[in-house]
């Protein structure tokens, strides 16, 4: 199995800026994409960013400009370096990867615990 544990989330007023961070860990042999998505109350969870292990990165358009995705293949680690919030940012966040398991040729889908962001007006 894999854990993905975040950490990173926290109350900000609008304008400023989140980094949130998530590391993998288990029975990886490979991780594929890794990202970011997220859940406001009363509405459905959405892509925030992506990145695939080569580097290429998807945003979705309200957070493009604002938000980076980064992560460490060496470490299973991604990061969301969130600048410029907003009040509509304000979600739980959740780490999601697509990991390659030694044991398994079939790769699985996990999530994280989630975490916390509040933007406040």
């Known amino acids: 199995q894999v854990q993905l544990v975040e950490s990173g989330g926290g109350l900000v007023q609008a304008g400023g800026s989140l980094k949130l961070s998530c590391a993998a860990s288990?029975?990886?042999?490979?991780?594929?994409?890794m990202g970011w998505y997220r859940q406001a109350p009363g509405k459905e969870r959405e892509l925030v960013a992506e990145?695939?292990?080569?580097?290429?990165?998807n945003y979705a358009d309200s957070v493009k400009g604002r938000f980076t995705i980064s992560r460490d293949n060496a470490k299973n680690t991604v990061n969301l370096q969130m600048n410029s919030l907003k009040p509509e940012d304000s979600a739980v966040y959740y780490c999601?990867?697509?990991?390659?398991?030694?044991?398994?040729?079939?790769?699985?889908?996990?999530w994280g615990q989630g975490t916390q962001v509040t933007v406040s007006s």
């Open positions: 999601n990867a697509n990991v390659q398991h030694w044991y398994s040729p079939v790769a699985g889908i996990y």
């Open positions: 288990g029975s990886i042999r490979r991780i594929n994409a």
């Open positions: 990145i695939t292990s080569g580097g290429s990165t």
